[in-house]
């Protein structure tokens, strides 16, 4: 497989279903999409909140994996294993970890406002 196409089926998926995240956000609390963890779903004010945040900066931080393995697929000479999977996965954790930290500081463990 070419590099290219390998950075594309990786980072450029998690890119459009950023893109996807970000122009259809969930309405309402659901088992299926959106961002889900035990904090998010607690009422609707943190589900709005930990959504927002989480799909805009899903958008920028995939995007900067995608041109950041575009660029190292382009000047690379050797076959990219792991590299393009790996900055998927960084993309996703920061967001994650950044997302639940958000929350920390704006709710309390009752899902109360600070």
């Keep these: 497989m070419s ?9 450029g998926l998690l890119f459009v279903l950023s893109i996807i995240f970000w122009k259809f956000p969930p ?5 299926l999409y959106g961002y889900r963890t035990v904090k ?11 959504n927002s945040i989480f799909n805009k900066n899903l958008l920028i931080y995939s ?8 660029l190292l697929a382009s000047f690379t000479f050797k076959e990219l ?11 996703v954790l920061v967001r994650v970890i950044k997302t639940e930290r958000g929350l920390a500081d704006k709710y ?7």
């Design 27 to 31: 309405k309402k609390i659901n088992n």
């Design 3 to 11: 590099p290219i196409l390998y950075v594309l089926t990786t980072n």
């Design 81 to 91: 294993t792991w590299q393009p999977m790996l900055l998927v996965l960084l993309s």
């Design 63 to 70: 995007g900067i994996s995608l041109l950041g393995s575009l």
């Design 108 to 114: 309390t463990e009752e899902g109360k406002r600070k």
């Design 40 to 50: 998010a779903m607690q009422n609707k004010q943190i589900w709005d909140f930990a």
